[in-house]
């Protein structure tokens, strides 16, 4: 493939472009000092970094850091997958058991595994659609929230806005449980708007990362500071963990970087480097792959940690800037750009497989295409969600090729989609709405409310695995 490529040994920066006023951080972002800075190839390049700093962390991390740190859990749900699978092959039904039972018994077997290997893809968008009678809104916050993040197993929702503040919602009680305020006084707080927030998979910690650079982690029970974690020479606006093995996690920043951090050790890992522009979004889902997007650099990024390379997808020129992107399953994913397009991608290939134009419309008043402000996608399904702030909130549905994605539903809902999560393996979405976009303020939305909306999603009964 063109662009599938590696360059071992050269870490390749490139000088970033400006930023659309009002976006976090500065205009031209801060890159880490080296005099000889190359252009990033398109293609599979290296995220070595030439600097002593960076390569005294990355031996360190090789030394201490075994196979079996990535192989633990992916060998025990292999292990578990496939006793599952022998219990198929050793007739684990009885001999009583009609031949109806026993394929019964198989198939659940089968789906069971996997699920546990991450692999089950559902096909639930058909007959999709929001529930209208099944609506919650909270109003955690004074100003527009920026980001939520869920946790494991659904039961908590937590918020992060431009006005400091940190909200914990507890979905089963339908109450707030917490709250991390902004002070001057207190030392351990972010000094301003915090833009990221991320839940670790077991449930243990909570970490937040603000447009004063740094990332802290609290305590996600209590929500009692824990620990200052590191910082980027930027802003940072994204933060993910992987959702099996240990506790690794990424920041994305608009120093143009990508960090690696390990919260079993509480430290930091790794830097990748590739974008132009800030790094705007990240997502990761069982194997160690991050996506990225970068803004007005025109591309998204894989980048797989393990071979330590990376995947470069190119935007049409006339995108502007990708400024959202969530992945569907480990090889496809689903982006938003500034010019209204939402696209569907697949790994194999370094331009879109299907883009919808002008997915939102133009504004009343501009008449420029409705940004995509966010999307999401319902894990191993054939679902995702856009939003913007044309007052309307879409479902869409992908092909079973991901190459033609048809609209399903449109929820009508005021203010910007500041961030999209679908929760319940599909059945529930949490919208973050706000007056304001949550990288500035180009307008405001007056009519909107600033809060949480978690609505139902309705799924067809004949929904199929």
Not at 51 to 71: G, K, P, T, V
Not at 115 to 139: F, M, P, Q, S, W
Not at 251 to 271: C, F, H, P, V
Not at 282 to 297: A, E, H, I, T, Y
């Amino acid at each position: 493939m063109a662009f599938f490529k590696r360059a071992k040994g050269t870490h390749k920066v490139a000088t970033g472009k400006g930023k659309r006023p009002g976006k976090p951080g500065k205009s031209t972002a801060e890159a880490p000092s080296k005099k000889s800075r190359l252009a990033v190839a398109e293609g599979d390049v290296s995220s070595d970094d030439d600097d002593i700093l960076y390569n005294d962390a990355r031996n360190a991390r090789i030394q201490e850091h075994s196979d079996d740190d990535y192989e633990d859990t992916q060998t025990k749900a292999y292990r578990e997958a496939k006793e599952l699978l022998e219990k198929i092959k050793d007739g684990e039904a009885s001999d009583g058991d009609t031949d109806e039972e026993n394929h019964a018994i198989s198939h659940r077997l089968i789906k069971d595994a996997q699920t546990k290997l991450g692999i089950l893809h559902r096909k639930i968008a058909e007959g999709a659609g929001i529930d209208r009678e099944d609506v919650l809104i909270y109003r955690p916050h004074r100003y527009s929230p920026v980001a939520v993040a869920v946790s494991k197993d659904s039961r908590y929702i937590v918020s992060c806005s431009k006005d400091g503040s940190v909200v914990k919602y507890d979905l089963k009680e339908m109450k707030k449980v917490g709250t991390i305020r902004h002070s001057k006084e207190k030392l351990t707080d972010h000094k301003g708007t915090i833009l990221a927030i991320a839940i670790s998979p077991d449930s243990r910690y909570l970490v937040t990362g603000g447009i004063d650079k740094t990332i802290k982690v609290w305590n996600f029970e209590t929500l009692e500071f824990f620990k200052d974690l590191g910082t980027h020479r930027g802003a940072v606006t994204s933060l993910v963990f992987r959702q099996h093995g240990t506790l690794e996690m990424y920041s994305g920043s608009t120093d143009r970087s990508i960090k690696a951090w390990n919260l079993d050790q509480m430290g930091y890992m790794d830097t990748m480097f590739g974008h132009q522009d800030g790094v705007l979004q990240l997502d990761m889902l069982n194997k160690p792959r991050v996506l990225s997007c970068g803004g007005q650099d025109r591309t998204l990024r894989l980048f797989k940690v393990m071979e330590d390379s990376q995947l470069v997808f190119n935007g049409f020129n006339d995108c502007i800037s990708i400024d959202t992107a969530a992945l569907i399953d480990d090889d496809h994913f689903v982006s938003g750009s500034a010019d209204g397009s939402v696209s569907i991608w697949g790994a194999q290939r370094k331009k879109p497989l299907t883009v919808v134009r002008q997915a939102h419309g133009r504004n009343t008043t501009t008449h420029e295409p409705n940004w995509i402000t966010a999307v999401a996608a319902a894990h191993n399904t054939d679902l995702v969600a856009s939003g913007s702030s044309d007052g309307i909130l879409r479902l869409w549905q992908i092909s079973n090729d991901y190459k033609a994605i048809k609209q399903i539903e449109a929820y009508p809902i005021k203010g910007f989609v500041n961030a999209l999560r679908f929760i319940d393996n599909g059945r529930r979405l949490v919208v973050a709405i706000g007056q304001e976009h949550k990288n500035g303020r180009w307008w405001k939305v007056p009519e909107a409310k600033n809060s949480i909306v978690v609505l139902s999603v309705t799924q067809a009964s004949n929904s199929v695995a």
